[in-house]
Structures are given as structure tokens and as C-alpha cells.
């Protein structure tokens, strides 16, 4: 399994505004996922991306997955104070599935 | 829509005492994991489970833990003598493993041990 690396390591932004957050990883992938933890929670899946695609939309959120830079970043439109959390990006290999590893993450404040 | 679920929420336990974790994955789901996140910490992988045995495990899981599938619906972390240093909130997942959705986990709420 390969663990991704979430930059920034926290963010802090207004209601109304976009966050950002970059995910780096090290090997060829099948899909990447991203997850969110509220503090004290349990994790929740919020999208997968698989190596073919280029960009996924699900709500308010916005992935892409550049696999030649070996990158994704996931965007939060029209921020909430409910989106405070820390999001997870997960790698998985193009060996078939491994389990996810998760890094230290980004921590995302929003403030009302 | 469906869960996973877990008990105890919270458990104070007694260093050295025997602990056990219950967990009932979503049914349908083959693979179930156990992870677990130690105050500020990152969440980090103990163990998957597929099949009726373990596929993969850590190094953290070592023989002070076991897990088992006693039924078709529970799945069980067990930790033998706790250590200060088990304390920790602990997530049980499970995968579906086919299908659209058959790389997403889906984790219950945890179970926070203290060990005192």
C-alpha cells in the first residue's frame, strides 16, 4: 500500500470561500480516493477518482487526478462551517487493490 | 443507509486486562478492516480481514491482538493484555469488494479505549 501526502497540512478560510487541498503520491495508481474526518469520527468516503479520469464532480466538490505529475487535488466549493474537518487522500495501486494508508492529511477550518 | 457500526463507543479498561471490540460490518461487504488513531495522531492500519482470515497486517498487530469473524454479521477485534500505549480510538471498516462501489471503505464511529 502507498500513502499519499495532503498539502496543506491546514487551511484556514471564510464561509463562501474555495479550499483547495493538493495530494502527492509515489507510485502508478489504480483510483485515488478522498476521505473526511470530523474530529473524534469516524472516516467518510467523499470521492473516488480512478487513473483514467481526469476530473470528478460530486456536489459542492471538485477532484482531479493528473497521473503524469502523480497528483490530485480536491476542491471544496462555497465553503460551510460543517466542511471543518481534516480530508484524506488515499492511493491505491494499479497492482489491484491494497489497503488504504492515510497520511497526516489537511485540516480544514472554516470560519462563519 | 447502511453502516457500520461499533461497541463499546467508549472503554476504560485496566492495564493488562483482556479487551474486546465489536463491530457489525454492512452486510454484503467481504473485506472488513480494523485501524486505529491514537490521540492527534494519524489513523493507521492494523489489519485486514477477507475470506475468513487475515490478508494483511501491520506491524502494530502483533500477537497481544487477534481478530475474528465469530458469526455472519460480527467482527471482533481482541487486544490480549492492554498497554498504556493501546489507548487509542479504534475504527472498524468494511469494503464491499465488487461492484461500482468495490474499493470505497466505509468506517463505523469508532471505539475510544483508555487504558488506565
Known amino acids: 500500500s502507498q500513502q499519499g501526502e495532503e498539502d496543506p497540512q491546514a487551511l484556514s478560510i471564510q464561509e463562501g470561500e474555495n479550499a483547495t487541498m493538493n495530494c502527492s503520491y509515489k507510485?502508478?495508481?489504480?483510483?485515488l480516493q478522498w476521505y473526511r474526518q470530523n474530529s473524534g469520527r469516524g472516516l467518510v468516503h467523499l470521492i473516488l477518482?480512478?487513473?483514467?479520469?481526469r476530473e470528478k464532480h460530486s456536489g459542492r466538490l471538485r477532484v482531479t487526478l493528473d497521473t503524469s505529475k502523480k497528483s490530485s487535488s480536491l476542491l471544496i466549493t462555497a465553503s460551510r462551517a460543517a466542511d471543518t474537518a481534516s480530508y484524506f487522500c488515499?492511493?491505491?495501486?494499479?497492482?489491484?487493490?491494497?489497503?488504504?494508508?492515510f497520511g497526516k492529511g489537511t485540516m480544514l477550518l472554516v470560519s462563519p | 443507509e447502511p453502516e457500520v457500526t461499533q461497541t463499546p463507543s467508549h472503554q476504560v479498561t485496566q492495564m493488562g486486562q483482556e479487551v474486546i471490540l465489536r463491530c457489525v460490518p454492512i452486510?454484503?461487504?467481504?473485506?472488513f478492516y480494523w485501524y486505529r488513531q491514537i490521540l492527534g495522531q494519524k489513523v493507521e492500519f492494523l489489519v485486514s480481514?477477507?475470506?475468513?482470515?487475515?490478508?494483511?497486517k501491520s506491524e502494530i498487530f502483533d500477537d497481544q491482538f487477534s481478530v475474528e469473524r465469530p458469526d455472519g454479521s460480527n467482527f471482533t477485534l481482541k487486544i490480549r493484555s492492554t498497554k498504556l500505549e493501546d489507548s487509542a480510538m479504534y475504527f472498524c471498516?468494511?469494503?464491499?469488494?465488487?461492484?461500482?462501489?468495490?474499493?470505497?471503505?466505509?468506517f463505523g464511529e469508532g471505539s475510544w479505549l483508555t487504558v488506565v
Open positions: 507510485t502508478s495508481i489504480n483510483n
Open positions: 480481514f477477507y475470506n475468513n482470515e487475515i490478508s494483511e
Open positions: 488515499a492511493p491505491i495501486g494499479d497492482s489491484g487493490y491494497s489497503t488504504l494508508t
Open positions: 452486510s454484503n461487504h467481504l473485506y
Open positions: 471498516a468494511s469494503r464491499p469488494g465488487q461492484g461500482a462501489a468495490g474499493n470505497t471503505i466505509y
Open positions: 477518482i480512478r487513473s483514467n479520469e
